[in-house]
């Protein structure tokens, strides 16, 4: 159990453009996902913060009104990038925390999704 | 605020040696420390958590150690293999509920 899946796997996008990523637990609920973001040869860095029925919290230097994030239900979270640049080419990962029975806040991650910018 | 880092950046062996990564934080108040693997272009994979209160964890030939006091992880790896050839990412929580602090990783190149 504690699957997390993200789509697209990668997707590849024109300068201007908005791209929508998906982030579902497939088979626990989720009252938190995190997002992340790990650009070539680095580590992850927290974008922010999502919680179900609630705003995002932005990590410092995150462009809220940018990286539009919805925690619309128990499972599914989205990160939309609007008017996508090439700065925004990167790898993107989610993490959901299970909302009862959740072992030690063990985070499960999902498979990351490649945003290639042109 | 939390800071993790990860020495050395990346380690050379042949297969078959034992080898240690290691790990240190920076706030020794942290709720669970995670280590990690990740292979080009993959996600992560989770491979051993520590709770604050547990000195170690073990799965297989893996085992992750815990110490507070000095703000160290080390994450032993019993007789390698090239299979083990990847990036070993470490990352702490300070408190239930909370994002990951995640280190640059370690990348592991096992020779056969």
């Known amino acids: 159990g504690a699957v997390v899946s993200q789509h697209p796997s990668w997707v590849i996008c024109k300068s201007g453009t908005s791209v929508k990523i998906e982030c579902r637990s497939l088979?626990?609920?989720?009252?938190?996902m995190f997002w992340y973001r790990q650009f070539p040869k680095q580590s992850l860095m927290l974008m922010a913060t999502?919680?179900?029925?609630?705003?995002?919290?932005?990590e410092q230097g995150v462009e809220k009104d940018k990286f539009l994030i919805n925690h619309a239900s128990l499972t599914l979270s989205t990160l939309t990038v609007t008017s996508a640049h090439p700065e925004d080419s990167s790898f993107y990962i989610c993490s959901a925390r299970k909302a009862a029975g959740g072992f030690y806040n063990e985070q499960f991650f999902g498979p990351g999704t490649r945003l290639t910018v042109l | 605020k939390q800071e993790v880092t990860q020495i050395p950046a990346a380690l050379s062996v042949p297969e078959g040696e034992n080898l240690v990564l290691n790990c240190s934080f920076t706030?020794?108040?942290?709720?669970?420390l995670q280590w990690f693997r990740q292979d080009p272009g993959k996600g992560l994979t989770s491979l051993l958590l520590i709770q604050s209160s547990q000195r170690e964890q073990t799965s297989g030939r893996l085992n992750a150690s815990l110490d507070k006091s000095s703000g160290r992880s080390t994450l032993y790896i019993a007789a390698s293999q090239p299979g083990d050839s990847a990036t070993y990412l470490c990352a702490a929580s300070n408190q239930a509920g909370t994002a990951l602090i995640f280190g640059k990783g370690t990348t592991l190149s096992v020779s056969s």
């Open positions: 706030d020794s108040a942290i709720y669970n």
């Open positions: 088979d626990f609920q989720a009252t938190t």
């Open positions: 999502s919680n179900e029925g609630s705003k995002a919290t932005y």
